[in-house]
């Protein structure tokens, strides 16, 4: 008899799924925020799925990852002290400590369980979070930012989808105090979900950074298991504007995706994306 095939279906829109051949369910869970699922797909090796969407995969995990923590990282010149807001799976913290001026960087997530299945079932992305230099704070982001002043030169907003648990860190009142929370000179990074199927999201995010921050950018990137590809990030930065980095000062670290000449380049947008904003 043929083995049986097993399948993962993520439904990214009610008319649309993305589908994975799986060879082995290895941990699924019910935590208190949301369920939770390792599975080993032959495409794309190890991925984490929170109630339904992936959040990543071994073989793509670097775009998404790289492409949220060193843009940010090289438009500050001096980034010492970061904050992660979500991020459990540690993909976000690994990047950040490849810049050797970075003294701290924190975590900040709410589901304890996402960081534990995380180090224990993808540790190529979760490795940095025994470092030194990593601090894991099991909290709630929003709690967290509205709580502590003047505090970084960093943060990137490491989210799932605005759905569930999720929802309040793509309010105006989140990124008040995350403008709080950031340093007179810091920046902030957010992901804000795919141009083709997030349109009226990533208009109001940006509208509600840009009457907060003195300089909002959207840049995009491309990711292979998100929903249509093509993924978007919004900056929002009270002095520092990436599109005005020296890309010759940047160092050359060790990534797959990111590289300076990248730096700009991912700010350029097609013109349905600069309809949106
Ligand atoms: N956070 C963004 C995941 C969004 C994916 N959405 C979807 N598949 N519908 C990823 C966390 C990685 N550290």
């Not at 990074?189 to 141009?195: D, G, K, Y």
Request: with cysteine.
């Amino acid at each position: 008899m043929a083995e049986m095939e097993l399948w993962f279906t993520e439904q990214q829109t009610p008319d649309l799924g993305f589908t994975c051949k799986i060879t082995k369910t290895i941990y699924t869970a019910k935590t208190q925020y949301q369920d939770l699922a390792i599975l080993e797909t032959k495409q794309f090796g190890r991925m984490l799925v929170l109630d339904g969407a992936v959040q990543t995969t071994i073989a793509d995990e670097f775009c998404y990852h790289e492409l949220i923590s060193h843009v940010p990282l090289f438009t500050h010149p001096n980034p010492k002290k970061v904050a992660v807001i979500g991020g459990g799976d540690g993909g976000v913290i690994r990047e950040i400590l490849k810049h050797d001026e970075v003294e701290k960087a924190y975590l900040i997530e709410i589901d304890r369980e996402v960081i534990e299945a995380s180090k224990k079932y993808l540790p190529e992305i979760s490795c940095a979070l025994d470092d030194e230099r990593a601090e894991v704070i099991i909290t709630d982001g929003i709690k967290f930012v509205s709580e502590n002043k003047n505090m970084f030169d960093v943060i990137i907003v490491d989210s799932t989808d605005p759905v569930g648990p999720a929802v309040g860190l793509f309010q105006d009142s989140f990124y008040k105090a995350v403008f709080e929370c950031l340093k007179e000179d810091g920046l902030f990074v957010a992901q804000t979900e795919s141009p083709f199927y997030d349109q009226d999201l990533i208009k109001n995010v940006f509208h509600a950074v840009k009457s907060i921050f003195p300089i909002t950018r959207l840049y995009l990137g491309f990711i292979p298991t998100y929903p249509s590809g093509l993924w978007s990030f919004t900056l929002g930065s009270k002095k520092y504007d990436p599109l005005e980095v020296d890309v010759s000062r940047i160092k050359r670290i060790d990534t797959k995706y990111y590289n300076p000449e990248l730096h700009k380049a991912l700010f350029a947008l097609p013109t349905f994306v600069q309809e949106i904003i």
